[in-house]
């Protein structure tokens, strides 16, 4: 069994996992960002003293981790509060904001917030004034695709604290053929007890099934896949199904949202609707095999697949034309 | 209430060990360390009291305090006060102390 | 990976995988003497791979990865492929280590006291310490000092020592040529060479020791020793240390308590003699 299947029937299924490559299954995690979730789920389980250290560690830093998260966000939501604009938390530091499961050793780098598009200058200016700078970047090109073309500002990184922030006004690129009803997914947020905003859990499932596919070349899946794991468990229900399928076909996604809960049951074995996920296709397969895509060492294998969804992803985010402009000045730089 | 009212974390949120003259601070709410020098370990003290504007909390440290008014480099002499609120912009900035 | 070897150094276990043999096997060479891990695993991994697929064998480059990576790390030549493992290591524990908090710095120990010498790149900790481990001390480590945060005691992290330009010439007068890996020219930090810990730095890797002082050295300077006031030698090893923001409340906790507990000099020094003759009056004052 490959490093990568390991690590989703650990995280599935921990009490299966008796005698196996453990120092795969760790670096397979390490490279995927699952050890801490790993760690979580195989708590308590019998595992190599060495490797219980490792989870030991691991679900304590997740606490660390959680923490400044959470800090980020509020002083992200200090900064704003005097422009008395929504900001939405987006993906990990929204998980942990709720306390849902899928907070659970997750992992988090930037903040990502949603604010509507009319106010991206007035929060620019006030994270600025709050100590926030623009990342020193290299020619002005990347800085100008990223305001016209990107979904957000270009990244701002803290002077004091050196943690990222990205300013998000819709939940993909312009560019990007689906169009997201960003006005909707402002309307139906949800304020927390602490005063912070996460969009809808329907909302929620959307964007991550738009990160994991309209929105990336698949690196990092597994962990989006498992975070689309996690927020179905918690959320599923009846009257659940129709409103995913609504709010998906609502924002253009009716695709990568049926084909991510495809996959999350045929890796993570979670139960999803029928209706909703729709039939087999035959390009689930090379999803499948992409995602699973790490060996033992951390190394990600099958080149080939990987260069193919990398130029897809691109294709999905951009015009042919500007595609290639792109990828030329990237290549020449 | 004239400017805006701050407010300071209880001191269950923050542990605070004193040497050779400065504190060093953990700030449990955001897992950071600061180190700080009179008078922020008093502004943070009095504010825990509850919120309190620039005035108020200039007046509360002047009841608890000597406060020394001799700046050599301010004609109305008012050093301590002047020293207090920028202290208390980067508390701020520190994440701190909040607006009420 | 085609090739690999696995090492236990003090608690910590690294398994390094190489496209290439001859990194591996100058590494095995100059660890020859460190135990495997007994387990058959390790705690970090580190990868030694072309930079692109045909710099295997054209001009071939040698990119550091592993578990932790730094994603605009220049990759280096094959022929510095053992600096390139030593850096993969260093990479691992730096941005992974979160077990014990880490310091930049040089450990040894004499009667159950351990000196933690730390200071700029280029204050000589490296040769000081070296000299030390040959001077009766053993040597705990070179290049990071681990603090256990729950006992507050140093562990031993005995790598192989990394000697640059003139500290080289030093040691080899020293100490015999087996212990030593070879001498790398044109490094981005100058000529390296390796040296081994001796045999007492590697029977002993397990057993922790009390912080007895802390030393911050400073090369090129008639002799002089000044105290370290308790909040600067704070700020110095925050400074000091890669895992320290990383550690919440209990990094705090155990270096106020090190810092609190600990007394902490300044020293200049003009040579290495003058400061072994220093560090020799300060364990005697410790002692008596």
Not at chain 1, 20 to 31: E, H, N, P, Q, Y
Request: with cysteine; glycine share 8%; proline share 6%.
């Amino acid at each position: 069994m490959t490093a990568a299947r390991l690590l989703v029937r650990a995280l599935r299924d921990p009490a299966s996992i008796g005698s196996c490559d453990w120092a795969g299954l760790v670096s397979a995690a390490r490279a995927e960002q699952l050890l801490a979730s790993l760690a979580f789920r195989m708590e308590g389980m019998a595992v190599p003293p060495r490797i219980a250290a490792l989870f030991e560690d691991a679900r304590r830093d997740a606490a660390q981790v959680r923490t400044q998260a959470l800090w980020e966000a509020e002083m992200a939501r200090r900064a704003l509060a005097p422009l008395g604009v929504p900001m939405i938390l987006m993906k990990g530091t929204a998980f942990h904001a709720a306390g849902l499961d899928a907070a659970i050793g997750r992992s988090v780098g930037d903040l990502d917030i949603m604010v509507p598009r009319a106010s991206l200058p007035a929060v620019e200016q006030a994270l600025l004034e709050a100590g926030w700078e623009h990342v020193k970047d290299s020619e002005g090109y990347d800085d100008s695709y990223y305001r016209r073309w990107m979904h957000e500002l270009p990244p701002l990184i803290h002077r004091t604290r050196d943690r990222m922030i990205d300013v998000h006004h819709t939940i993909l690129p312009l560019t990007a053929r689906p169009r997201p009803d960003a006005e909707a997914l402002i309307a139906d947020s949800m304020t927390l007890d602490n005063g912070l905003s996460i969009l809808s859990p329907a909302d929620m499932i959307v964007h991550a099934a738009a990160h994991l596919f309209a929105d990336g070349d698949l690196a990092g899946g597994l962990r989006n896949l498992w975070d689309i794991d996690r927020l179905l468990r918690e959320f599923a229900s009846d009257a659940f199904w129709p409103l995913l399928a609504e709010r998906a076909r609502l924002h253009q996604l009716h695709g990568p949202v049926s084909r991510a809960l495809r996959l999350a049951n045929r890796l993570y074995f979670t139960p999803v609707d029928r209706a909703v996920a729709g039939r087999a296709r035959l390009a689930d397969r090379l999803f499948e095999a992409r995602l699973l895509a790490r060996n033992g060492w951390g190394q990600e294998r099958r080149k080939a697949l990987r260069f193919t969804f990398y130029v897809r992803s691109h294709w999905l985010r951009m015009p042919p034309l500007m595609l290639a402009r792109h990828l030329w000045v990237k290549a020449t730089r | 209430m004239a400017g805006p009212a701050y407010i300071a974390d209880p001191e269950s949120a923050v542990r605070a060990v004193a040497v050779d003259g400065l504190t060093l601070l953990f700030h449990a709410p955001s897992g950071m360390t600061h180190i700080v020098a009179a008078p922020a370990p008093e502004i943070l003290g009095a504010l825990r009291e509850g919120a309190a504007d620039a005035a108020e909390l200039i007046r509360r440290l002047r009841a608890r305090f000597d406060l020394d008014d001799s700046d050599p480099g301010s004609a109305s002499g008012a050093g301590a006060e002047a020293a207090i609120l920028a202290r208390l912009d980067e508390l701020e900035a520190a994440g701190l102390v909040r607006r009420a | 990976m085609r090739h690999r070897l696995a090492l236990q150094i003090g608690p910590v276990a690294f398994r390094i995988g190489s496209a290439w043999r001859a990194p591996l096997d100058a590494l095995a060479k100059l660890y020859a003497g460190y135990p495997a891990p007994a387990d058959g695993l390790c705690d970090f991994t580190v990868r030694l791979e072309p930079e692109r697929p045909w710099r295997l064998f054209l001009r071939p480059s040698v990119a550091i990865r592993g578990d932790y990576v730094l994603p605009d790390a220049a990759p280096l030549a094959l022929a510095h492929g053992l600096l390139a493992a030593e850096m993969g290591m260093n990479l691992q524990m730096a941005l992974g280590q979160k077990r014990h908090l880490l310091l930049h710095a040089a450990t040894v120990e004499k009667d159950g006291r351990a000196l933690i010498m730390t200071g700029e790149s280029g204050a000589g900790k490296s040769t000081l310490a070296a000299l030390l481990g040959e001077r009766g001390w053993r040597l705990m480590g070179d290049e990071f000092a681990l603090l256990d945060m729950a006992s507050g005691d140093l562990l031993p992290f005995p790598r192989a020592i990394s000697l640059k330009n003139g500290a080289i010439g030093v040691m080899e007068a020293e100490v015999g040529g087996d212990r030593f890996g070879p001498r790398l020219d044109g490094t981005p930090k100058g000529a390296i060479r390796h040296m081994r810990p001796n045999q007492e730095a590697l029977a002993r890797m397990s057993e922790a020791a009390k912080p007895a002082l802390i030393l911050f050295p400073r090369f090129g300077a008639a002799a002089a020793v000044r105290g370290v006031g308790q909040a600067e030698v704070f700020i110095r090893l925050t400074q000091a240390s890669t895992n320290y923001v990383a550690l919440g409340r209990r990094g705090f906790d155990a270096l106020t308590g090190l810092v609190r507990g600990t007394p902490a000099l300044a020293i200049d020094y003009p040579d290495a003699e003058t400061a072994i003759g220093l560090v020799e009056d300060f364990r005697r004052e410790l002692a008596a």
